[in-house]
């Protein structure tokens, strides 16, 4: 199986005809060989690798081709195309992603493993243990041995895998493109299935990675799928705008005047949205008719200054609309995107959306993670990957804690569609889901905080631990330990509350909360057991105030009052923490005290 570059060649169409071959039969073999060099359908994949990488040796990319070749021949996609037609455009949407050799050859092989007789030690012997890693780990669980649990199982195993090698995650995106763009085949019910689940956890994952370049075509096929008559009336509005380009470059040639003035080096280029982003726009905004406004991107040939300076050129020559100027660069978003944002009154007094950054900003705007692979001498690189991949460790923590595999993708797809604030504590910037509270943070910041937090102060304000935090907030987390600066100093040593599971908004807190209460309740603890404890716990609660029970009367009382059907009931609630040992106390005083 051990094929060099110059197979292709042995193999073309140059073969001499059989003497007496039939026709047909020529025909087919001129179907299963490769014609010649020229339409090899590996030397479009080559190419496109050396184009970004010069010095690689293309022989491996050709022996794995063979490989996968041979192994898939006889298989057909639903469109009737052989197999091999699949691994080899995922293989070129990596490519043209510019990623390493390591990563092509892995995705000619990526379903070897799943659907031939390859196995993943022969495939190991072969390419060794780094591409062996990345086939294992885009390899579905079979659904016959792990049934409904095979999808949420398959996407565990890839996100493990790419806590280890992020060029999983990769291989898995360019693979689902690849499906997606060829989606069209299928039955409208598996269409929308597919199109669904690459909404839901695909496309975020790649907004989390940054590679915009192959998320505006997963956006776009993704709106194809689902909504195609929206998909046709956003197309439709883009093909045909009148005076458009003459538009646009009116103000592309204006603002490059403007910026020569002003001494600053920078590209000036159109920069129109994709379908998707016109789309949600579109229907953000209510418009009735596609919203979309000319838009341009000023890359600036020096540092990071160099764009301030632009944004005064720019603001200079057209009057910005108030409102819409943001700062990513001394703010990036989450996936450590950043560029300075503004709208202007241009031309014609249109409105028009202009985006400035640096050269190295957006490489790393439309290749994101995939950028360190693309450029690995531009530096910086490996710092910005780590925390790139801040939001995947995070991820992996708490996969740790997650019961089983559904609840893992559940708390996943969770992670996933929510939009995330930023909080400062603790001295640094923390991410959080929108709509998370301190209780979230503290536990962000580490399970014994979490579970040890008593009170929170947001903006030097103390505030509830339930209360919800905007972005910006400076926050801080108090504990037991901090009970001495004054916070309810008489608590007795407790962990996380029953009720925080009602309003936390992380997955992370979550599960914290509820692994600290599996590990704090004795596995099968019987009802009278916790009527006991319970009961043990309100008498301890009194001794802190010098007092006993002497018959069960005043708590039957209490427990009358607060609604309870039962004494045990409320004993039950004191053991679960439903209700506070203290605050049951206080009130048994009072009924106590007042009916004597
Ligand atoms: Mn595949």
Redo the contacts with the bound molecule.
């Keep these: 199986m051990d094929v060099d570059a110059g197979h292709g060649a042995a193999l073309g169409g140059a073969l001499p005809t059989q003497p007496g071959e039939l026709p047909l039969a020529r025909r087919l073999r001129s179907l299963l060989t490769w014609p010649t060099t020229e339409t090899d359908p590996v030397t479009h994949l080559v190419r496109a690798h050396r184009g970004i990488h010069a010095n690689t040796d293309p022989s491996v990319l050709r022996r794995a081709y063979t490989i996968a070749e041979n192994m898939h021949r006889g298989q057909f996609r639903k469109s009737g195309e052989p197999y091999i037609t699949?691994?080899l455009a995922?293989a070129q949407i990596c490519a043209d992603l510019g990623m390493d050799t390591t990563t092509l050859v892995a995705a000619l092989l990526?379903?070897t493993v799943?659907?031939t007789r390859y196995t993943l030690q022969a495939l190991a012997e072969d390419f060794g243990p780094e591409v062996a890693h990345l086939v294992d780990g885009?390899t579905k669980f079979d659904k016959a041995f792990y049934g409904t649990a095979a999808e949420a199982e398959t996407i565990r195993k890839m996100i493990i895998a790419a806590g280890k090698d992020v060029r999983v995650l990769i291989i898995k995106l360019a693979?689902?493109l690849?499906?997606m763009r060829t989606l069209g085949v299928r039955s409208p019910a598996s269409r929308q299935r597919i199109a669904r689940a690459t909404q839901e956890v695909l496309v975020p994952l790649c907004d989390r990675l940054g590679i915009q370049t192959l998320k505006r075509e997963l956006d776009d096929v993704v709106l194809l799928h689902l909504e195609p008559d929206e998909h046709a009336r956003i197309a439709r509005h883009v093909h045909d705008r009148p005076g458009w380009d003459a538009y646009l470059a009116e103000v592309v040639a204006r603002a490059r005047v403007a910026l020569r003035r002003s001494r600053v080096d920078a590209e000036v280029t159109p920069r129109p949205r994709h379908l998707y982003s016109i789309w949600k726009d579109t229907v953000a905004g209510g418009h009735s008719t596609p919203y979309d406004l000319p838009r341009i991107a000023v890359v600036v040939d020096g540092p990071a200054t160099d764009c301030y300076a632009a944004l005064g050129a720019i603001h200079g020559l057209w009057r910005p609309v108030p409102g819409r100027f943001k700062d990513f660069i001394a703010s990036p978003k989450n996936n450590l995107y950043r560029s300075l944002h503004t709208s202007v009154r241009g031309p014609k007094d249109h409105t028009v959306e202009v985006l400035i950054r640096t050269e190295e900003m957006h490489r790393s705007a439309e290749y994101g993670i995939a950028a360190n692979f693309r450029f690995p001498l531009a530096g910086g690189g490996a710092a910005a990957r780590a925390e790139q991949l801040d939001w995947l460790r995070r991820v992996l923590d708490w996969e740790q804690d997650a019961a089983d595999p559904a609840q893992f993708l559940q708390s996943l797809r969770c992670d996933l569609a929510e939009a995330q604030i930023q909080v400062f504590a603790d001295g640094r910037q923390v991410l959080l889901p929108a709509g998370a509270t301190p209780v979230d943070l503290a536990y962000e910041l580490g399970t014994e905080l979490g579970d040890h937090c008593l009170a929170t102060r947001i903006n030097g304000r103390l505030a509830p631990l339930s209360s919800e935090l905007e972005e910006g907030d400076v926050v801080e987390i108090f504990t037991e330990t901090d009970a001495a600066n004054g916070f309810d100093a008489d608590a007795a040593p407790r962990g996380p509350r029953r009720e925080w599971l009602g309003f936390v908004k992380s997955p992370h807190a979550q599960m914290q909360i509820s692994r600290w209460f599996a590990e704090h309740t004795e596995p099968g603890i019987s009802i009278t057991d916790k009527v006991r404890l319970g009961r043990a716990t309100i008498g301890l609660a009194l001794r802190k105030h010098n007092r006993g029970l002497a018959s069960d009367l005043p708590l039957l009382r209490l427990s009358e009052e607060l609604g309870y059907p039962d004494l045990e009931t409320l004993l039950v609630a004191v053991f679960d923490r439903v209700i506070e040992p203290d605050a049951v106390v206080r009130q048994l005083i009072d009924l106590v005290d007042h009916r004597q």
Aim: proline share 8%.
């Design positions: 699949h691994p995922v990526h379903d799943e659907d885009v693979d689902r690849h499906n």
